[in-house]
């Protein structure tokens, strides 16, 4: 069965750096486009980087271009989000995400469009 299981989240002060990880098993990872999204406490789940299938592309909402940075390993399946200068307004639980599409591009995911989610790994960033 498909398995997606992030790791690396924890508190951080504003600033500071994290690496997430996202583990994966149980399907075909090279053939699945990679995301991850973010859930604040009383707020809608957010994508907010993508990346394609080969690794070659990526996509960022402007909020955390610069600061972020998306990477997969299509040898150990393992998808990873660098995550540098750290805010307030990052503090979310972060989830992988992957959808399998034609083309296996990298571009805007609404929520809708994932197929398979991991459980999450909670970065928190005080004020």
């Known amino acids: 069965q498909v398995q997606m299981v992030e790791s690396g989240g924890g508190l951080v002060e504003t600033g500071g750096s994290l690496r997430l990880s996202c583990t994966t098993s149980?399907?075909?990872?090279?053939?699945?486009?990679m995301a991850w999204f973010r859930q604040a406490p009383g707020k809608e789940r957010e994508g907010i980087s993508v990346?394609?299938?080969?690794?070659?592309?990526?996509y960022y909402t402007d909020s955390v271009t610069g600061r972020f940075t998306i990477s997969r390993d299509n040898y150990k399946n393992i998808l990873y989000l660098q995550i540098t200068n750290l805010k307030p307004d990052d503090t979310a639980m972060y989830y992988c995400?992957?959808?399998?599409?034609?083309?296996?591009?990298?571009?805007?995911?609404?929520?809708?469009?994932?197929?398979?989610w991991g459980r999450g790994t909670q970065v928190t960033v005080p004020s």
């Open positions: 990346i394609s299938c080969s690794g070659r592309n990526t």
């Open positions: 995400a992957a959808t399998k599409r034609p083309g296996c591009g990298a571009h805007y995911l609404s929520q809708a469009a994932i197929e398979y």
């Open positions: 149980g399907f075909i990872f090279d053939d699945y486009i």
